[in-house]
Protein backbone atom coordinates (compact mmCIF):
# COMPACT_ATOMS: atom_id res chain seq x y z
CA UNK A 1 0.00 0.00 0.00
CA UNK A 2 1.27 3.19 -0.63
CA UNK A 3 0.28 6.33 1.26
CA UNK A 4 -1.34 9.40 -0.06
CA UNK A 5 -1.70 12.65 1.93
CA UNK A 6 -5.72 12.74 0.71
CA UNK A 7 -5.82 9.59 2.79
CA UNK A 8 -5.14 12.50 5.52
CA UNK A 9 -7.77 15.18 4.96
CA UNK A 10 -6.50 17.48 7.70
CA UNK A 11 -3.59 17.81 5.27
CA UNK A 12 -5.75 19.01 2.46
CA UNK A 13 -6.36 22.53 3.97
CA UNK A 14 -4.06 25.85 3.61
CA UNK A 15 -3.07 27.52 6.60
CA UNK A 16 -1.96 30.96 6.12
CA UNK A 17 -2.60 30.68 1.95
CA UNK A 18 -0.18 28.26 2.16
CA UNK A 19 0.01 24.26 1.68
CA UNK A 20 -0.18 22.92 5.14
CA UNK A 21 3.20 21.13 6.39
CA UNK A 22 2.52 19.36 9.46
CA UNK A 23 5.85 18.58 11.13
CA UNK A 24 4.40 17.68 14.84
CA UNK A 25 3.97 14.40 14.89
CA UNK A 26 5.77 13.14 18.01
CA UNK A 27 3.23 15.82 19.72
CA UNK A 28 0.25 14.04 18.23
CA UNK A 29 -0.26 12.30 14.48
CA UNK A 30 -2.69 13.25 12.01
CA UNK A 31 -5.47 10.66 11.38
CA UNK A 32 -6.17 9.06 7.99
CA UNK A 33 -9.96 8.51 6.78
CA UNK A 34 -10.19 5.36 7.43
CA UNK A 35 -10.22 6.08 11.33
CA UNK A 36 -11.86 8.91 11.53
CA UNK A 37 -14.76 7.20 9.84
CA UNK A 38 -14.55 3.96 12.02
CA UNK A 39 -15.22 6.41 15.17
CA UNK A 40 -18.15 7.76 12.89
CA UNK A 41 -19.30 4.05 12.45
CA UNK A 42 -19.36 3.19 15.84
CA UNK A 43 -21.51 5.81 17.25
CA UNK A 44 -24.06 6.06 14.32
CA UNK A 45 -24.42 1.82 14.74
CA UNK A 46 -22.95 0.48 17.60
CA UNK A 47 -22.64 2.97 20.52
CA UNK A 48 -23.66 0.98 23.43
CA UNK A 49 -21.72 0.10 27.08
CA UNK A 50 -19.69 -2.83 26.94
CA UNK A 51 -19.61 -6.48 28.99
CA UNK A 52 -22.93 -5.14 30.65
CA UNK A 53 -25.86 -5.24 28.26
CA UNK A 54 -27.62 -8.69 26.66
CA UNK A 55 -28.76 -6.47 23.68
CA UNK A 56 -27.65 -6.34 20.21
CA UNK A 57 -26.09 -2.67 20.19
CA UNK A 58 -24.29 -3.72 23.56
CA UNK A 59 -23.03 -7.19 21.91
CA UNK A 60 -21.58 -4.96 18.90
CA UNK A 61 -19.94 -2.79 20.88
CA UNK A 62 -17.89 -5.31 23.13
CA UNK A 63 -17.29 -7.19 20.24
CA UNK A 64 -15.80 -3.85 18.88
CA UNK A 65 -13.70 -3.29 21.80
CA UNK A 66 -12.56 -6.37 22.55
CA UNK A 67 -11.48 -6.75 18.67
CA UNK A 68 -9.02 -3.91 19.07
CA UNK A 69 -7.70 -5.56 22.02
CA UNK A 70 -6.61 -8.42 19.85
CA UNK A 71 -5.43 -6.03 17.01
CA UNK A 72 -3.10 -4.10 19.84
CA UNK A 73 -1.70 -7.86 21.23
CA UNK A 74 -1.06 -9.36 17.51
CA UNK A 75 0.37 -5.44 16.31
CA UNK A 76 2.87 -5.56 19.63
CA UNK A 77 3.62 -9.50 19.51
CA UNK A 78 1.78 -10.20 22.88
CA UNK A 79 1.92 -13.37 23.95
CA UNK A 80 -1.76 -13.16 25.16
CA UNK A 81 -4.42 -10.02 24.92
CA UNK A 82 -5.05 -10.27 28.82
CA UNK A 83 -1.19 -8.73 28.67
CA UNK A 84 -3.10 -5.57 26.97
CA UNK A 85 -4.90 -3.23 29.31
CA UNK A 86 -6.85 -0.27 27.53
CA UNK A 87 -5.46 3.50 29.13
CA UNK A 88 -6.24 7.34 28.27
CA UNK A 89 -2.67 7.36 26.81
CA UNK A 90 1.08 6.97 27.82
CA UNK A 91 1.13 8.91 30.68
CA UNK A 92 -1.78 6.96 32.28
CA UNK A 93 -0.20 3.57 31.77
CA UNK A 94 2.98 5.03 33.16
CA UNK A 95 1.48 5.92 36.30
CA UNK A 96 -0.13 2.74 36.72
CA UNK A 97 3.07 0.62 36.43
CA UNK A 98 4.79 3.16 39.00
CA UNK A 99 1.32 3.20 41.32
CA UNK A 100 1.09 0.03 41.51
CA UNK A 101 3.64 -1.99 40.75
CA UNK A 102 6.45 0.18 42.31
CA UNK A 103 5.04 1.38 45.05
CA UNK A 104 3.89 -1.99 46.40
CA UNK A 105 7.78 -3.95 45.23
CA UNK A 106 9.84 -1.27 46.62
CA UNK A 107 11.63 -0.07 49.81
CA UNK A 108 14.26 1.92 51.28
CA UNK A 109 17.41 1.60 49.60
CA UNK A 110 16.34 0.23 46.52
CA UNK A 111 17.16 1.93 43.13
CA UNK A 112 14.89 3.37 40.25
CA UNK A 113 17.16 3.89 37.38
CA UNK A 114 16.49 6.46 34.57
CA UNK A 115 18.00 9.28 31.83
CA UNK A 116 18.08 12.99 32.14
CA UNK A 117 15.89 12.52 28.77
CA UNK A 118 13.07 11.10 30.11
CA UNK A 119 9.56 12.80 29.07
CA UNK A 120 7.48 14.07 32.33
CA UNK A 121 5.73 11.74 32.34
CA UNK A 122 8.29 8.71 33.02
CA UNK A 123 10.17 10.79 35.27
CA UNK A 124 7.61 12.36 37.40
CA UNK A 125 5.75 9.05 38.47
CA UNK A 126 9.18 7.76 39.55
CA UNK A 127 10.17 10.94 41.49
CA UNK A 128 7.22 10.27 43.43
CA UNK A 129 7.61 6.78 44.35
CA UNK A 130 10.72 7.07 45.33
CA UNK A 131 9.37 9.77 47.91
CA UNK A 132 6.67 7.50 48.47
CA UNK A 133 9.13 4.28 49.40
CA UNK A 134 12.58 5.68 50.13
CA UNK A 135 13.60 4.22 47.01
CA UNK A 136 16.88 5.71 45.64
CA UNK A 137 16.14 7.67 42.22
CA UNK A 138 19.28 6.95 39.79
CA UNK A 139 20.23 8.57 36.91
CA UNK A 140 21.90 6.33 33.85
CA UNK A 141 25.17 8.25 32.47
CA UNK A 142 24.57 9.67 28.73
CA UNK A 143 26.72 9.77 25.66
CA UNK A 144 27.34 13.55 24.06
CA UNK A 145 24.56 12.52 21.57
CA UNK A 146 22.34 11.20 24.45
CA UNK A 147 22.34 7.48 23.86
CA UNK A 148 24.04 5.08 26.09
CA UNK A 149 27.49 3.18 26.13
CA UNK A 150 26.15 -0.31 27.26
CA UNK A 151 29.25 -1.21 29.11
CA UNK A 152 28.82 1.88 31.40
CA UNK A 153 25.25 0.88 32.26
CA UNK A 154 26.46 -2.31 33.06
CA UNK A 155 29.06 -0.91 35.32
CA UNK A 156 25.98 1.45 37.10
CA UNK A 157 23.63 -1.33 37.75
CA UNK A 158 24.14 -3.37 40.60
CA UNK A 159 21.85 -5.87 42.93
CA UNK A 160 19.85 -2.84 44.34
CA UNK A 161 18.62 -2.00 41.17
CA UNK A 162 14.72 -2.91 40.79
CA UNK A 163 13.47 -0.76 37.92
CA UNK A 164 14.77 0.31 34.84
CA UNK A 165 12.23 2.86 33.23
CA UNK A 166 13.61 4.22 29.79
CA UNK A 167 12.55 5.85 26.88
CA UNK A 168 12.65 3.70 24.03
CA UNK A 169 13.16 6.42 21.29
CA UNK A 170 13.57 10.08 23.07
CA UNK A 171 11.07 12.63 21.69
CA UNK A 172 13.81 15.28 21.61
CA UNK A 173 17.15 13.83 20.34
CA UNK A 174 15.30 10.93 18.25
CA UNK A 175 17.93 8.46 19.46
CA UNK A 176 16.61 4.82 19.12
CA UNK A 177 18.09 2.96 22.90
CA UNK A 178 19.00 -0.64 22.51
CA UNK A 179 15.92 -1.70 24.63
CA UNK A 180 16.65 -5.53 24.07
CA UNK A 181 20.26 -5.45 25.61
CA UNK A 182 19.27 -3.10 28.37
CA UNK A 183 16.34 -5.30 29.25
CA UNK A 184 19.04 -8.21 29.32
CA UNK A 185 20.94 -6.12 31.81
CA UNK A 186 18.49 -5.22 34.46
CA UNK A 187 16.87 -8.80 34.53
CA UNK A 188 20.45 -10.05 35.43
CA UNK A 189 20.45 -7.63 38.72
CA UNK A 190 16.69 -9.23 38.97
CA UNK A 191 14.70 -6.22 38.25
CA UNK A 192 11.89 -5.27 35.48
CA UNK A 193 12.59 -2.84 32.43
CA UNK A 194 9.60 -0.46 32.00
CA UNK A 195 9.64 1.63 28.71
CA UNK A 196 8.24 4.49 27.60
CA UNK A 197 6.88 3.49 23.75
CA UNK A 198 5.44 6.56 22.83
CA UNK A 199 7.61 7.80 20.17
CA UNK A 200 8.63 4.26 19.05
CA UNK A 201 5.15 2.75 18.43
CA UNK A 202 4.37 5.27 15.44
CA UNK A 203 7.82 4.17 13.73
CA UNK A 204 9.55 0.73 14.57
CA UNK A 205 7.97 -2.93 14.20
CA UNK A 206 7.43 -3.81 17.99
CA UNK A 207 7.91 -7.10 19.43
CA UNK A 208 7.60 -7.30 23.32
CA UNK A 209 8.40 -10.55 23.29
CA UNK A 210 11.63 -10.24 21.85
CA UNK A 211 12.91 -6.98 23.08
CA UNK A 212 11.45 -9.28 26.89
CA UNK A 213 10.40 -6.28 28.15
CA UNK A 214 8.52 -5.99 31.63
CA UNK A 215 5.81 -3.40 30.99
CA UNK A 216 5.57 -0.92 27.76
CA UNK A 217 3.36 1.77 27.40
CA UNK A 218 2.36 3.59 24.27
CA UNK A 219 -0.67 6.63 22.69
CA UNK A 220 -2.80 6.25 20.20
CA UNK A 221 -3.01 9.41 19.04
CA UNK A 222 0.85 9.49 17.93
CA UNK A 223 0.33 6.27 15.95
CA UNK A 224 -2.35 7.82 13.72
CA UNK A 225 -5.15 7.15 16.05
CA UNK A 226 -7.33 9.11 18.28
CA UNK A 227 -6.71 10.82 21.25
CA UNK A 228 -7.69 9.50 24.82
CA UNK A 229 -6.62 6.08 23.89
CA UNK A 230 -3.58 4.48 25.25
CA UNK A 231 -2.24 0.91 26.17
CA UNK A 232 -0.03 -0.44 28.86
CA UNK A 233 1.36 -4.32 28.24
CA UNK A 234 2.78 -5.37 30.99
CA UNK A 235 3.95 -9.44 31.57
CA UNK A 236 1.09 -11.64 32.64
CA UNK A 237 2.68 -12.69 35.78
CA UNK A 238 3.54 -9.20 36.88
CA UNK A 239 0.06 -7.93 35.90
CA UNK A 240 -1.50 -10.69 38.52
CA UNK A 241 0.53 -9.57 41.01
CA UNK A 242 -0.44 -6.09 40.80
CA UNK A 243 -3.37 -4.46 42.38
CA UNK A 244 -6.11 -2.03 40.23
CA UNK A 245 -5.28 1.75 41.46
CA UNK A 246 -8.75 2.84 40.18
CA UNK A 247 -11.61 1.47 41.30
CA UNK A 248 -15.87 0.92 40.37
CA UNK A 249 -17.57 -0.08 37.80
CA UNK A 250 -16.21 -2.68 35.24
CA UNK A 251 -13.32 -3.39 36.97
CA UNK A 252 -15.12 -5.67 39.72
CA UNK A 253 -16.08 -9.60 39.96
CA UNK A 254 -17.81 -9.03 43.94
CA UNK A 255 -18.91 -6.06 46.12
CA UNK A 256 -20.50 -6.42 49.26
CA UNK A 257 -21.08 -3.95 52.40
CA UNK A 258 -17.05 -4.30 53.19
CA UNK A 259 -15.22 -6.02 50.95
CA UNK A 260 -14.89 -6.30 46.80
CA UNK A 261 -13.01 -8.72 44.91
CA UNK A 262 -11.27 -8.24 41.02
CA UNK A 263 -12.19 -9.41 37.71
CA UNK A 264 -9.42 -11.18 35.88
CA UNK A 265 -7.21 -9.49 33.66
CA UNK A 266 -7.11 -7.11 31.56
CA UNK A 267 -10.16 -6.02 33.22
CA UNK A 268 -9.18 -5.85 36.86
CA UNK A 269 -7.02 -2.07 35.41
CA UNK A 270 -10.03 -0.46 33.47
CA UNK A 271 -12.13 0.83 36.11
CA UNK A 272 -15.57 3.10 34.85
CA UNK A 273 -16.52 2.91 31.38
CA UNK A 274 -13.96 2.23 28.92
CA UNK A 275 -12.73 4.42 26.01
CA UNK A 276 -15.10 2.55 23.76
CA UNK A 277 -14.61 4.85 20.29
CA UNK A 278 -10.76 5.58 21.05
CA UNK A 279 -10.08 1.42 21.33
CA UNK A 280 -12.36 1.35 17.81
CA UNK A 281 -10.07 4.37 16.03
CA UNK A 282 -6.89 2.35 17.48
CA UNK A 283 -7.72 -0.53 15.86
CA UNK A 284 -8.40 1.16 12.38
CA UNK A 285 -5.48 3.24 13.05
CA UNK A 286 -3.41 -0.50 13.38
CA UNK A 287 -5.05 -1.67 10.17
CA UNK A 288 -3.94 1.73 8.53
CA UNK A 289 -0.58 0.78 9.65
CA UNK A 290 -0.28 -2.89 8.67
CA UNK A 291 -1.53 -2.15 5.26
CA UNK A 292 1.40 -0.05 4.74
CA UNK A 293 3.73 -2.26 6.16
CA UNK A 294 6.08 -1.27 9.73
CA UNK A 295 8.80 -2.38 7.48
CA UNK A 296 7.54 0.59 5.04
CA UNK A 297 6.85 3.24 8.15
CA UNK A 298 10.41 2.52 9.37
CA UNK A 299 12.64 2.78 6.17
CA UNK A 300 10.19 5.77 5.33
CA UNK A 301 10.40 7.58 8.90
CA UNK A 302 14.47 6.54 8.72
CA UNK A 303 15.31 7.84 5.59
CA UNK A 304 13.33 10.85 5.90
CA UNK A 305 14.77 11.88 9.33
CA UNK A 306 18.12 10.97 7.63
CA UNK A 307 17.25 13.45 4.75
CA UNK A 308 16.02 16.01 7.35
CA UNK A 309 19.29 16.12 9.19
CA UNK A 310 21.35 16.52 6.46
CA UNK A 311 19.26 19.07 4.78
CA UNK A 312 19.17 21.26 8.07
CA UNK A 313 23.09 20.90 9.05
CA UNK A 314 23.65 23.00 5.38
CA UNK A 315 22.29 26.01 6.95
CA UNK A 316 24.17 28.45 8.59
CA UNK A 317 23.42 29.34 12.14
CA UNK A 318 21.67 25.86 12.53
CA UNK A 319 22.03 23.70 15.73
CA UNK A 320 21.18 19.95 15.28
CA UNK A 321 20.78 18.06 18.88
CA UNK A 322 20.81 14.16 18.95
CA UNK A 323 22.90 11.28 17.02
CA UNK A 324 23.20 11.13 13.13
CA UNK A 325 22.46 7.72 13.05
CA UNK A 326 20.70 5.23 15.01
CA UNK A 327 17.51 8.15 15.24
CA UNK A 328 14.17 8.29 13.76
CA UNK A 329 11.16 10.56 13.71
CA UNK A 330 12.37 13.95 14.94
CA UNK A 331 14.87 16.55 14.31
CA UNK A 332 15.67 19.49 17.00
CA UNK A 333 17.65 22.14 16.47
CA UNK A 334 17.82 25.89 17.55
CA UNK A 335 18.69 28.54 14.86
CA UNK A 336 21.10 30.99 15.65
CA UNK A 337 20.22 33.44 18.49
CA UNK A 338 15.89 33.59 17.78
CA UNK A 339 14.50 31.99 20.49
CA UNK A 340 12.63 29.07 19.41
CA UNK A 341 9.29 30.23 19.80
CA UNK A 342 10.13 33.28 17.42
CA UNK A 343 10.90 30.27 14.54
CA UNK A 344 7.68 28.69 15.52
CA UNK A 345 6.04 31.71 14.41
CA UNK A 346 7.49 32.66 11.47
CA UNK A 347 7.23 29.16 10.34
CA UNK A 348 3.72 29.28 11.00
CA UNK A 349 3.32 32.36 9.13
CA UNK A 350 4.66 29.96 5.79
CA UNK A 351 1.68 27.26 6.76
CA UNK A 352 4.79 25.02 8.91
CA UNK A 353 3.94 23.30 11.84
CA UNK A 354 6.65 22.93 14.17
CA UNK A 355 7.01 22.42 17.84
CA UNK A 356 8.89 24.88 19.88
CA UNK A 357 9.76 24.80 24.04
CA UNK A 358 11.34 22.40 26.48
CA UNK A 359 8.88 19.57 25.03
CA UNK A 360 8.41 17.91 28.64
CA UNK A 361 12.01 17.37 29.45
CA UNK A 362 13.11 20.10 31.53
CA UNK A 363 16.17 17.99 32.84
CA UNK A 364 17.24 17.30 29.26
CA UNK A 365 16.94 20.78 28.26
CA UNK A 366 19.36 21.61 31.40
CA UNK A 367 21.56 18.58 30.02
CA UNK A 368 21.67 20.06 26.42
CA UNK A 369 22.20 23.86 28.17
CA UNK A 370 19.32 25.16 26.42
CA UNK A 371 15.98 26.42 27.73
CA UNK A 372 14.26 25.49 25.05
CA UNK A 373 14.42 23.83 21.29
CA UNK A 374 12.80 23.53 18.28
CA UNK A 375 11.46 20.36 16.79
CA UNK A 376 10.52 19.25 13.29
CA UNK A 377 8.80 15.39 13.49
CA UNK A 378 7.88 13.13 10.80
CA UNK A 379 5.31 10.33 9.94
CA UNK A 380 4.39 8.69 7.17
CA UNK A 381 2.72 11.45 5.38
CA UNK A 382 5.64 13.50 5.28
CA UNK A 383 8.00 13.63 1.96
CA UNK A 384 11.03 15.31 1.09
CA UNK A 385 9.28 18.24 -0.33
CA UNK A 386 7.69 19.13 3.38
CA UNK A 387 11.65 19.15 4.30
CA UNK A 388 12.09 21.47 1.73
CA UNK A 389 9.78 23.95 2.69
CA UNK A 390 10.90 23.62 6.17
CA UNK A 391 14.56 24.42 4.92
CA UNK A 392 12.97 27.23 3.11
CA UNK A 393 10.49 28.42 5.95
CA UNK A 394 14.09 28.69 8.22
CA UNK A 395 16.09 31.01 5.82
CA UNK A 396 13.28 33.35 5.64
CA UNK A 397 13.46 33.20 9.25
CA UNK A 398 16.94 34.60 9.32
CA UNK A 399 15.94 37.10 6.84
CA UNK A 400 12.73 38.06 8.89
CA UNK A 401 15.30 38.16 11.66
CA UNK A 402 17.78 39.99 10.29
CA UNK A 403 20.52 37.16 9.76
CA UNK A 404 20.41 36.71 13.14
CA UNK A 405 22.30 33.90 13.67
CA UNK A 406 24.94 35.19 15.87
Not at 201 to 222: E, M, R, T, Y
Request: hydrophobic content about 40%; proline content about 3%; aromatic content about 8%.
Amino acid sequence: MRVNKSDFPILQQKINDHRLVYLDSAATSQKPMSVIESIEQYYKKDNSNVHRGVHTLGSRATEAYEAAREKVAQFIQASSSKEVIFTRGTTTALNLVASSYGRSKLSAGDEIWITAAEHHSNLIPWQQVAKATGAKLCYLELQADGSLDLEQVKGQLGPRAKILAIHHVSNVLGVIQPIADLAKLIHQQGGIIVVDGAQSIPHLSIDVQQLDVDFFAFSGHKMLGPTGIGVLYGKEALLEQMEPIEFGGEMIDFVGLHEASWKELPWKFEGGTPIIAGAVGLGAAIDYLQQVGMDQVEQHDRQLTAYAYQRLSQIDGVKLYGPQESRIGVVTFNLGSIHPHDVATVLDTEGIAIRAGHHCCQPLMKWLEETATARASFHIYNDEQDIEALASGLEKTKEFFGNAIG
